[in-house]
């Protein structure tokens, strides 16, 4: 009991003080380090490697003490490494399964063996992560690593895979990825943040004592972000993910656009709720916030959120609880800065003020501090700054509970505290956010899937979900963005080129090209600006047809219409939704005659060849429709004691812009995705040929799908891609054109983050659309939704 030595029991359970912490020490991992002289060298090719004449960037402890220093590697060690990775991906790849399992299970008896020295650098670079934690991680994969090729076929390794970490990110995230990159059979290149450097080295070396083959693992260490886009240049790396805080990851995507290399992020510093109603056990749901809101080293910030009913039970709790709690270290005098600058903004904004101590006059570090009163607008609330300030909000019902968890642009946990089990499964499903703990916070385990909704990121970790960003599936013959160098390009006037002029022919009546129209909000409709563009025949022959040129104001107008409806379809049964499929699959069949008239004038087919497109786009409508109550999540066992979902949820409004190949069965496959999981979607059909999801349209008007569900808006692709990518309510593109549009989409898709699916169109090639691939529907599922895990906790 801190503090105290005869306080009674009866004194201990009301006041509910911690314990003294037990004395630390770090003689192991100083002894590691000093082995190395204290400075640590970059990790190619399965030995340390210290070049000379490089630049060393220097770590320190939480009191400002020297840990060590670090060398910054320079172009020729990232050529050195890539190579050592390509040469290692070879050797790690062409090993059995069972071999690579064992591996990782070889690394777990050697965690054991040097568990201590793994903890104390940890703790030493404040990289938060136990031993514990790490073996369980290892275990996990190593089984999945023993089950790729039996419960996850046609799926093969990407390559080289580079994992990145921010200098706030703990050594756990940074695992989280790495460690499953490797299970998969990829060779890695990390890449990490300061305080993450040692613990990555040390896992190294413990790797290959393990009997990870020479170049499989590979670390570069440097003193910003600049080191992780000179490893993207590099022509041999296949994939990027980077955990850390969003501005990195931000600057991260816009340098890498346009080099060819798919990137996805993981974002931390995220503003999560933490909410107790009126049912909760307020004892409990007090310790609880305390305890996640005070730590000194997180990666979220919490706003607390209390039913008014019980506001007064929960503030002299709060009080009681914090009351000598001795302040909270921060990283720098700069983030005191930032402490102080937020609490007077409360105040002045008629926040309350509750402090376990006076806060010191100077120095980097401040008393935990709860803020009463705030509005869910107040800056405070909506960007924290980075110390031991705790937000509290109160809420009347339930549906005002989610709103407000709601309210923030994250979307990477939350909290709920109720007795009531009904309620805090309504409540999980209602809030988008990627992992939610009932009557408990911060649980990990590598068996949950998490994925990042809104600004927390674009990708899924953890599960088997998680899995899929590090393999490729064996219907794709071609990685889908082609490397390359970023063209030079203006983006701001990319998509402003003027309208092609149209001059009126002197043809009569009944020969003059047919003229289509677009479909937005359940109304076939001419766009707002009433302009046309030609479509041309076959070898740019003849005009076909005209088709409205669609704009911003198209967009916007079938999104407002998507957003009324998706809530409601993405809450309709399976079930429900299989049988709109199912109904727009007979719709198809019945149009079948002048569908495939369509597509033999715009694609110059026969028309046998045409009717065998249309037969193949109403079979995989069916495809759809039978998938939709087939992939509905799972109930996961856990090593702790309690209870974990894994959930499935749409991702919300969809933009398609369409590909030229196939354009009746590549539109089907992907609409048939993206409504079957419960998105509601923008089309752009191909600029080249887009009859024939022009003439699609007259079969969604027939059919039972909810009005605005699905929108077609046709025009220059390019224009429409801009409009797409600056809409904030859009949650995902997925795209098909030029090399120029899918760096605009990589630079400018950030802020809002958007989840990217992008292609580069190739005159022969790409992606065989009439194959029905078991991989090839998985595939589009998977990029269909995103993924919420609940922990519900037992005795």
Known sequence: MAGSTDKAVFDIFLSMESGPAAASSTATAQAWLEHHSCSLGLFIDGKFVCPADRQTCSIADSKGGNVCSTVCAADDDVSQCASSAVSGYKAWSGMSCYARAKVLLRLVSLLGQHSKCVSELCDLCEASCSPASLVRLLQYYSSWAQLRDSLITNWTPLGVVVVVASDDCSFYSLMLKAVPALAMGNSVIIVPGRSTAPPALLLAQLFMGAGLPAGALNILTGSDMSLAVKVAQNSSISYMTYSGNKQDGIMLH?????????????????????????????????????????????????VLYVQESVFKLVIPRLKQRIAGKKCVNLASDEDRILVDTAVQEA????????????????????????????????????SPAPGPLLPVMTFRSNTEAVTLGNHSPHGLAASIWTEDLTLALETAKSLSVGSVWVNSH???DPGLPISGHKDSGTCTDGGQAGLYQ??????????????????????????IAASPVLIPDNTDAASAPKTYLQFVGGKACKSDSGCSVAVQAPGGGSVLAYCPDGGRKDVRNAVEAAIKVQPGWMKKSPTAR?????????????????????????????????????????????????????????????PQSGTALSIPEALGVVGLVLPDKNPLLSMVTLLGAAIATGNAVVMVPSQKNPLPVLAFIQVLQSSDLPVGLVNVISGRRDQLTVALANHSVIKAIWYWGSAEGCQYLQHTCTSPLKTLRL?????????????????????????????????????
């Open 578 to 638: 299989a049988q709109s499929l199912y109904f727009l699959a007979k719709g198809l069949e019945a149009k079948r005659r002048d569908i495939a008239m369509s597509i033999t004038s715009q694609l110059g087919l026969s028309m046998d060849d045409a009717e065998k497109e249309v037969d193949l786009s109403a079979a995989r409508l069916s495809d759809w429709a039978a998938y939709c109550d087939k992939i509905q999540g799972e109930t996961l066992p856990m």
């Open 254 to 302: 816009k340098a890498t656009a346009g080099i060819g290399i798919p990137v996805s992020i993981s974002c931390i510093g995220a503003t999560c709720p933490f909410i107790i109603f009126e049912s909760a056990d307020i004892d409990s749901a007090v310790d609880g916030v305390l305890e996640a809101a005070f730590k000194k080293k997180k990666e979220v910030h919490w």
């Open 442 to 444: 911060s649980v990990t």
């Open 347 to 382: 105040q002045q904004q008629g926040a309350e003020l509750l402090q376990s101590c006076a806060a010191p006059p100077s120095g980097a570090s401040y008393p935990p501090t709860v803020l009463c009163g705030g509005a869910p607008s107040s800056p405070f609330v909506v």
């Open 470 to 495: 590090f393999l490729r599936s064996s219907c794709t013959s071609s990685p889908p963005l082609p490397r390359s160098s970023p063209v030079s390009m203006d983006y701001t006037k990319f998509g």
């Open 759 to 795: 292609f580069c169109q190739k005159e022969n090639g790409g992606m065989n659309w009439t194959q029905s691939h078991p991989s090839l529907l998985e595939e589009m599922w998977r990029n269909a939704v995103q993924w919420k895990s609940v922990w519900i906790p037992t005795a």
